[in-house]
């Protein structure tokens, strides 16, 4: 069937802030669906109110509305625009809510607007755990027993009826919220309460547990002829019991007999098409019995893209997305091309001749007094995949992309020796199962204990046992007498060149020099979705060690773009931002792009965004391997972040060009000691401080700084072990603690300005000339960090005499820090006069909010004069200023229940939301005003 001619115009439904359960793969998602169908020469009106992604920029749709996901801001786009449908397949649950809402209030049926890529009964059934379950009974379709429960009393006769352990879940919520594995009938009350509480229509699904189940996942595609293909198989390393979002997952499947993965296939498309009639994307997750029966039951159906299939979309190079557009639109599946291959169908199921392994990334650190046990309820903040020929490679290369100060899966002189903190750690997962996993089959733990206390396929942990075993084998050697074939094992199973050093006692650098001079390199290989049966037109590679590169390098110009590793708090989606329009910029001044990253959900990681992707860690070995094949002119390091700003110093040693701002500027700003030189060279007030590298300097320090004083580590993002501290014992407690995790790291201590306003300033520098493109105030009191305030831009009631310090200082700064490039600049304001709290010559976390505020491409500009193409003065800067501009951030408290909601310098913020006010007389901005302006829990 060609495409429905009769739509012209369809709104997309975005996924709002980010939060924990639904980040930025929906972003991912949306911006793919939307240049898909803009190239249909259908007009796309997006609403989302997430200023930090780029699926809200112009680049990416006609229309895009900064607005809050509510029905009064559907009918005000409905009211400008003539739409003919509404895609809410894109906006994860956020979107569908909103839909289901609308439709409820009868505003599609009014607007004469279509409901496109879902059936609204297929979502009624499918978040109905009853209804679900009796369509599943129908088919013929094993479930585990469970009923729901609409009220305690009926929840706890059930719970009398199944016996525990007992899974009690909330109807219609996202990432497991209200869910939790009961093995306790004591914990059975509270958690029955808090699960109907979360519920928006105050019902649970209460199952009798499934612990040690094997958990699988399959993403399929269906089109208006019925036709169905299966995308990707997904496995779970961790069983039944812990959140998908919070597993280990493998694709393709491993464990799985050809037989039971062909039932499970049938199966998925049989509960897809009885759920409802629609062209698009769906989710199918089952458990396995972990038994030679391999008995299969249906877990849940998700009819719309989800988080995994971002995950899925990367792992093939299949554009699940973008083909799930088209459908939605009317094109059946042999009518459209495979993006990749370009020659055949996308009726043309992938096949993977590499394996690839994902990791979730927790900031457990964040959240003082979190329960880090892992569960039913989704805790991680990101994730991060590795592509490798085999899965040992694969899960070396997640590891390694994980950045927590691990060169790997072990081999790194960090493991865990003391058995009983490894067997609680077992049998309690946490974010750190995966290395105690190989701690203790290193320690010598049986392994009928460590599956007994894991339920872990023994695939997957003989797997890990066959690389201690190449460990040993390597440690029995020294530089000179490692055999070249022992290190090209070692290499094809993924291991760093650190690791191998650490086994040999010797220097990653002479590791390096021996694997050169035995030939033994990298080559890349293309992800090509038919394991190079077909010629594959899309260049998107990951490395391994063989003998055949399939990168071909052109003759063109290059520039590399570092990305910015996994989300965490701190360093999240905006980043990502940037890096993508950094990209833009540089095809637009010529360049050949080439893109580094390591993270499934982004967009910087689509197949289409640089000329170039490279699959790969943003891990010094891989990054420097990528340099020497491309030859670029050189790196530009600015946008991602800390990740790829800690890689700038080995950049410079190395004689690699860093675009934009150098090396010495970078660390000049991130050195306190030589910063405060400039600031008092310039005549710039700071607060007191000192540098400390123990406990007793601190102590020493404080005498002469006096309390209360901000204590924090050099070098971090998001505030990280940032604290405020009032008295010499707390002072040593947090120095101590800061070391332990940190070690060698230097300790900033600052005089504290309690009391004073904050006020942070973003600018764009080539070395001679400063464009300052918003001066942006917090609503709460210094104290809190500026990623957890609310903030207006522009400033409410600074006045013109503090505006003026703030705007010559920032200038001020820029130059003399040489920046080329973005800036980002912090003040404390007291008493009228300004303090610089830092700066920062990269692209921050408030660069995309003032962006989508004044409608202006801020970072393609910066991009363009770090790459040297462009002086300040060459832009015409036309920002358009009406009224106030509020950032909102967004919390994932309720992940949390147990801690204490309390603010502070240390950013605890998973996403933030943009409200417009026309004057600050408008109610929201008053109510915020009085509650945050004095108060400091949220």
């Known amino acids: ?97 909103l839909c289901i809402k609308c439709d409820e209030l009868g505003i599609w049926e009014e607007h004469n607007v279509k409901i496109i890529g879902v059936d609204i009964n297929a979502i009624e059934i499918t978040e109905n755990r009853e209804a679900f379950r009796d369509l599943m009974i129908e088919i013929g379709i094993g479930m585990a027993p469970q009923e729901a429960a609409k009220s305690f009393l009926q929840g706890k006769e059930i719970a009398q009826e199944f016996g525990f352990p007992l ?8 990432g497991g919220a209200g869910a939790s594995i009961v093995h306790d009938p004591a914990e059975f009350d509270d958690l029955l309460e808090r699960g109907l509480q979360l519920s928006p229509i105050h019902e649970v699904m209460i199952d ?21 293909v299966i995308i990707c198989s997904i496995e779970n390393f961790d069983p039944m019991g812990i959140h998908t979002g919070d597993s280990i997952t493998v694709a393709p499947a491993m464990t799985l007999s050809d037989t039971t993965f062909q039932k499970m296939r049938d199966m998925a498309i049989k509960m897809m098409r009885s759920i409802g009639n629609f062209a698009g994307g769906c989710n199918v997750q089952f458990a396995v019995s972990p038994d030679e029966k391999e008995e299969i039951i249906a877990i849940e159906i998700n009819p719309r893209v989800s988080r995994s299939s971002a995950l899925a979309s990367k792992a093939t190079g299949y ?30 199921e992938p096949t993977l001749d590499y394996v690839i392994v994902k990791i979730p990334r927790w900031n457990f650190n964040k959240f003082k007094g979190a329960n880090r046990e892992l569960g039913l309820q989704m805790k991680s903040v990101g994730e991060v995949m590795g592509i490798g020929r085999s899965f040992q490679e694969a899960l070396q290369k997640a590891c390694q992309s994980l950045e927590i100060n691990r060169n790997g899966l072990g081999a790194d002189g960090r493991e865990l020796t003391n058995q009983n903190q490894i067997l609680e750690s077992l049998e309690h997962p946490s974010w750190n199962r995966l290395f105690h996993i190989y701690d203790a089959i290193k320690l010598g733990i049986p392994f009928k204990t460590i599956q007994e206390k894991t339920k872990i396929d023994n695939w997957f942990l003989r797997q890990i046992e066959d690389m201690i075993h190449l460990e040993r084998r390597i440690e029995k050697h020294n530089l000179d007498s490692l055999p070249k074939e022992l290190l090209f094992e070692a290499k094809q199973k993924g291991y760093a060149d650190r ?94 792009t080439v893109m580094i990253n390591c993270n499934p959900e982004t967009v910087s990681t689509d197949f289409d965004t640089a000329d170039k992707l490279y699959f790969e860690p943003v891990f010094w070995e891989h990054i420097y391997d990528i340099i020497k094949h491309e030859k670029p002119e050189g790196v530009i390091v600015q946008l991602g972040g800390q990740t790829a700003l800690k890689l700038a110093e080995k950049l410079q040693r190395y004689g690699i060009k860093i675009f934009g701002t150098s090396f010495d500027a970078l660390d000049l700003a991130e050195d306190r000691g030589r910063f405060s030189e400039v600031l008092e060279e310039n005549g710039i007030p700071f607060p007191k401080y000192g540098v400390v590298e123990s406990a007793e300097q601190a102590l020493e320090l404080s005498d002469d700084l006096g309390f209360p004083l901000l204590v924090r580590p050099s070098y971090v993002l998001g505030g990280q072990k940032m604290k405020i501290v009032i008295n010499r014992d707390e002072l040593e407690h947090h120095v101590v603690d800061i070391l332990n995790e940190m070690p060698g790291n230097q300790i900033l201590l600052d005089h504290f300005l309690g009391g004073a306003i904050e006020a942070e300033a973003d600018a764009i520098c080539d070395g001679e000339d400063v464009y300052i493109i918003g ?19 522009p400033p409410y009631n600074l006045g013109d005499f503090v505006m003026q310090q703030i705007i010559d200082i920032t200038k001020k700064i820029a130059i003399e820090l040489k920046t080329v490039g973005l800036m980002n ?114």
């Open 1 to 97: 069937m060609p495409k429905d001619n009769s739509i012209k115009s369809i709104l997309i439904i975005g996924s709002g802030p980010i939060v924990i359960g639904q980040a930025c793969e929906f972003d991912y998602s949306g911006s793919q669906a939307s240049r898909s169908l803009r190239e249909e020469g259908i007009e796309v009106t997006l609403i989302n109110s997430n200023p930090a992604t780029i699926m809200t920029d112009k680049v990416v749709a006609d229309n895009v509305y900064l607005k809050p996901l509510e029905p009064d801001s559907i009918l005000e786009i409905l009211e400008k625009h003539k739409i003919d449908a509404v895609l809410p397949t894109m906006g994860g649950q956020t979107g569908l809510n």
């Open 167 to 174: 899974c009690v879940r909330a109807s219609f919520t996202l």
């Open 208 to 228: 009798k547990a499934l612990l040690g189940w094997k958990e699988y996942e399959l993403e399929l595609l269906r089109d208006n002829n019925d036709n169905v």
């Open 319 to 348: 554009p699940i997305a973008k083909i799930a557009a088209n459908l939605a639109i009317g094109y059946n599946l042999d009518e459209l091309n495979n993006q990749i291959t370009k020659t055949t169908s996308a009726l043309f």
């Open 499 to 592: 690791q191998v050093a650490h086994l040999l006692r010797c220097l990653e650098s002479e590791v390096y020099k021996k694997r050169d001079g035995f030939g033994i390199n990298r080559v890349y290989k293309l992800v090509d979705t038919c394991a190079a049966e077909f010629e594959a037109q899309t260049p998107y590679y990951y490395s391994t060690f063989e003998y055949e590169n399939e990168s071909n390098v052109s003759d063109k110009k290059k520039v590399v773009v570092l990305g910015s590793g996994p989300n965490r708090i701190g360093q999240g989606i905006e980043f990502d931002y940037s890096c993508v329009h950094g990209v833009l910029a540089a095809k637009e001044c010529g360049y050949e």
């Open 775 to 793: 001066v942006m105030q917090h609503i709460e009191p210094a104290g809190i960090h500026s990623g957890d305030s609310y903030a207006l831009l």
């Open 825 to 938: 600049i912090q003040f404390a304001i007291k008493d009228d006069k300004v303090y610089v709290i830092e700066a920062n010559p990269r692209a921050s976390r408030t660069v995309p909010f003032i962006a989508k505020a004044y409608d202006e491409p801020y970072v393609n500009y910066a991009a363009k004069v770090m790459l040297g193409e462009k002086k300040v003065k060459d832009f015409n800067f036309q920002p358009k200023k009406n009224g106030y501009a509020i950032k909102i951030p967004v919390f994932s408290y309720e992940k949390f229940p147990e801690i204490k909601k309390e603010l502070g310098p240390e950013m605890k913020s998973t996403g933030e939301a943009i409200r417009f006010i026309d004057n600050l007389k408008d109610p929201f901005f008053l109510k915020i005003y009085s509650e945050r302006n004095m108060h400091l829990s949220r």
